[in-house]
């Protein structure tokens, strides 16, 4: 398909077109008259939805905002952890942060950010909800201590080892044992193949109770709930009478100790209360937009009229290939999504000034070529293949620094905050774009609509 520049200026064409579609505006409204022929219409953000081979694909375009730009809800909790031993705290604590980002994303909240922050004897949850206004619904939501429950099947016939039912409260009835029977949870590996599993301890309470239900139902799924919503239902293989079990399924690591987190919510009921609330308006954030969105077109003017003036039609080529830059990359906010905070509209900002350093080194370099007596077509290919190098290695840098202030590993000695997260993800996939427009795009527009006369 990509053989000839042609038709790879015709794909270009059609990626522009979709582009556009995928960033088309937000209720906008679009409203002029020129004599008797008016217009009055409101864009809307485009949606697909259609099923293919059974798979039903449901996506709303719409721009992502954060809480700085958009308004909502932050709310700080703190646990009570005066009932909890000082070992198991951190646990805990982990414990009760994982059950509210669960209960936020049942709400329906777009990117909330929930995180755990401990200083001295105080132990706290930070939650900021986009687009939340009402901090009492919230507050009443994320407010509440888990409840941990085993339950079983009530008809029979649910509980076979080869029955897929879901279980709700409706198909399942209390087997008696809930958190305060659990003593803690945690992952374990098998000591013949080292694969991970979720091991269990009950008090003696619960290894009575445990043993009884474990001895009726072999063979038997036993439906564990967090919050009356099942997280998991496994099958019985033994009776287990010491009050000590071992959950296995082919888990990942990752997987094992959220399964043990999720447990532990129940194990160590952590109650939390609310120590700050407060709605932000969506005031500051629509100034802010409208600013970086002026600012944004300021930088692009200017970018694109020092490239004209400088390199005259190329330049007017490299505009091109940096409109299509900034299409193609908001299209991939929206597709993810990422949420746009203030930050990740500078670094959006920032990645355009660096969108055209490819080009300005592919043409500085054909100028060079040029000059030594090379025709211009000669000129323009070793042009992009001698500026390569300096593209490659000066965009990597970047990427690498983008990595690092992302911080995916959650390295203890680079702490990242959501904020600085979102500029390193808009710098880096600004970059991304930015190596596709100014290798691919330029490239293209140039040997299919530039032409100089042989000398």
Known sequence: MFKTPHRIFFWLLSLTVLLVFIDLPENYRIKYQI???????????????FTVFGFR??????????????????IALEADMKNIAESDRADALESARSVIERRINFFGVSEPTIQ??????????????????DVSKAESLIGQT?????????????????????????????????GKDLRRSAVVFNSQNGAPEVGLEFNAKGAAAFSDITSRLVG??????????????????????????????????????????????????VSVSVVERRSIGATLGKESVVKSVRAG????????????????????????????????????????????TLPGVAGFILSIGMAVDSNI???????EEKRAGRPWKVAMELGFGKAWDSIRDANFTTLIT???????GNWSMLPSSGLVRGFAITLFIGVLASLFTGIVVTRTLIRVLYKEKAI
């Open 35 to 49: 004599l008797n022929f008016s217009i009055d219409y409101v864009l809307h953000a485009p949606r697909i939805s």
């Open 116 to 133: 755990s922050s401990r200083s001295n004897t105080s132990y706290r949850i930070l939650v900021e909800m986009p687009g939340i206004t």
């Open 361 to 367: 080194l592919i043409f500085e370099r054909f100028k």
């Open 57 to 74: 694909i449901d996506k709303d375009f719409r721009t992502q905002l954060g809480l700085d730009l958009s308004g909502g809800s932050h």
């Open 402 to 408: 983008c990595l690092v202030l992302f911080n995916p």
């Open 220 to 269: 038997k799924p036993l439906a564990i709930f967090l919050d009356s919503v099942p997280i998991m239902w496994p099958r019985i293989n033994t009776p287990i009478t010491d009050g000590r079990a071992v959950i296995t399924g082919g888990f990942t690591q990752e997987e094992a100790k959220m399964l043990a987190t999720q447990l532990n919510a129940g194990a160590l009921p």
């Open 146 to 178: 888990a409840q941990l429950e085993f339950r079983e099947f009530i008809d029979e016939k649910d509980a076979t080892p080869g029955a897929f039912i879901f279980p709700t409260s409706g198909n399942t009835k209390p087997a008696g044992i809930t």
């Open 297 to 340: 077109l300021v930088g692009l003017t200017i970018v694109a009229v020092f490239m004209v003036v400088q390199y005259g039609r190329l330049g007017v080529l490299a505009d091109c290939a940096l409109i299509l830059y900034g299409l193609l990359t908001f299209a991939v906010f929206r597709l993810i999504p990422i949420t746009l």
